[in-house]
């Protein structure tokens, strides 16, 4: 079982920068993948970036590439997401997930088992 804890969230102008953090519990976390996903007012939650068990591969949506960087520290149990170059449309309530299957070589952009209970994120125009 792995519980997950996401930090970070705010309020931020168009153009700023925010960190997002997922702290995770569970003995497990290190050997499964994670991704963090959000969901915006009236639309379905959607993939943003995803990164495997050891971190040797990541994935982003086009929407986020380039200004979001995703990475994790498996000793201190932890998914970060840098995010740069903030717009109006990254808006959404931020979920962090974690894989229920260990050692997955690639980064799925669906499946997860574990899900965080979400950070705001708000960025003005």
């Known amino acids: 079982q792995i519980q997950l804890v996401e930090s970070g969230g705010g309020l931020v102008q168009a153009g700023g920068s925010l960190k997002l953090s997922c702290t995770a519990s569970g003995a497990t976390f290190g050997s499964v993948g994670s991704a963090w996903f959000r969901q915006a007012p009236g639309k379905d939650r959607e993939f943003v970036a995803g990164?495997?068990?050891?971190?040797?591969?990541?994935d982003y949506s086009s929407s986020v590439w380039g200004r979001f960087t995703i990475s994790r520290d498996n000793a201190k149990n932890t998914v970060d997401l840098q995010m740069l170059n903030l717009k109006p449309e990254d808006t959404a309530v931020y979920y962090c997930a974690a894989d229920g299957r260990a050692y997955r070589a690639v980064v799925m952009r669906e499946g997860y088992k574990y899900w965080g209970q979400g950070t705001q994120v708000t960025v003005s125009s």
């Open positions: 990164i495997t068990w050891q971190g040797s591969s990541t």
